[in-house]
C-alpha cells in the first residue's frame, strides 16, 4: 500500500480525537489485514495514536498488540527485541519528552510476549510508568489501571526477572508508594505493593530465555529435514538393553536438574541477611512510615520464614 493511500483510508480514523471499537474493526479487516508489516503502516498507526490517544477498551489493545508484532517479526528470530529496535523505539516513545499511555501498554505488552528484551528496557519502562504516576495533572497518585499495567510489568516473562521480582523493580514500588503516599487510597495498589516485594524477598529462581544465537541453532536444526526423528526412537527401540539404558541415564539426569532446582528454590524461600539489610534501610527511608509499609511489615511477622536476627529487630521494632 502506498503511503498516500495509506494515509487517506486511515484519516477518518479517529477524527474526533476517539477510536471507537467499530473503527478498530475497520482497521483490523480493511487498513492493516495482513497485519503491521512495513514501517509505514508502523508511522500510521502511531501517528493515530498522537492523534486518537482515547478510545474504547479494542484500541489500546489492538495498538500494543499490532505494534508488538511488528518489532518481534521483524527480525530473525522471531520473538526477540533487539537492542537497536529497543533504541529506535525508545526515540519513538520519547518524542514528546516520555510515553504515552498506549505507547506504555505496547512496552508493556513486548515484555510480556517477547522471549528477551534488552537488560536496558525493564529498567526504562519502569521509570516511564512511574513518570505517568507523577505526572498526572491532579497529583502523584495510582489507580486500578496503574495497578493493573504494573503488575503486567512486574511479572512479564521477558522482563528484568522474569516473573521474579528484582532488587530495582522493587526499589521502583518504593518510589512510587513514596510519591503517592498522600493522594487517594487504592487497596489494589496497596496489595500489588506488598505482594511485590515479598515476591522479590522470597523470590524463586525464574526461566531464562535462550540467548538470540541459541534460538539461530535451535531454529536451524529444527528446519534440518537431515535430522530422522524417526530414525533415532528406532535405533533406540533396536538398540536393546544399552539403548534404554542410555534413556534412563538421560532420565536420570533430567531428576538431577530438578532436584537441584528444588534446591535452589528452597535457598531462595530464605531471606538472605543482605535482602534484610535493604528491607531494613529502605522502609522509612523518607523519614515516615507509611501505611503500606506498615501492612508490609504485617505481611513479613505473618511469614512461615528463618527470618534473619536484623529482620526480625525490624519487625519488632515496627510492632
Known sequence: MSSQTLETRIAAVGADGYVSADEVLFLRRSIFSDGVVQSQELNALFDLGDRAPDGDPEWPQYFAEAAADFYLREEEPHGYLTAEEFETLKTRVTRNGHASALELGLLVKLMETAEMTPPSMADFVGNQIKQAILDKPEGPAVDKKDVMLLRRYLFAAGGDGNVAVT??????????????????????????????????????????????????????????????????????????????????????????????????????????????????????????????????IERMRALEADLPEDLKALLERAA
Open 167 to 296: 532488587r530495582r523493580e522493587a526499589e521502583l514500588l518504593f518510589d512510587i508508594n513514596d510519591a503517592v503516599e498522600h493522594g487517594p487510597e487504592c487497596p489494589a495498589w496497596t496489595e500489588l505493593f506488598v505482594q511485590g516485594v515479598v515476591n522479590h524477598l522470597m523470590a524463586h529462581l525464574g526461566y531464562n530465555a535462550p540467548s538470540r544465537e541459541e534460538a539461530f541453532r535451535r531454529d536451524a536444526w529444527a528446519r534440518d529435514h537431515s535430522v530422522n526423528i524417526g530414525g533415532f526412537f528406532k535405533r533406540m527401540v533396536s538398540g536393546g538393553f544399552s539403548a534404554i539404558r542410555n534413556a534412563n541415564a538421560e532420565k536420570s539426569v533430567s531428576q538431577s536438574h530438578n532436584e537441584q532446582r528444588e534446591a535452589d528454590i528452597s535457598h531462595a524461600e530464605k531471606i538472605t541477611s543482605n535482602e534484610a539489610g535493604w528491607l531494613a534501610a529502605r522502609i522509612g527511608r523518607d523519614g515516615a512510615l507509611h501505611e503500606n509499609e506498615r501492612k508490609l
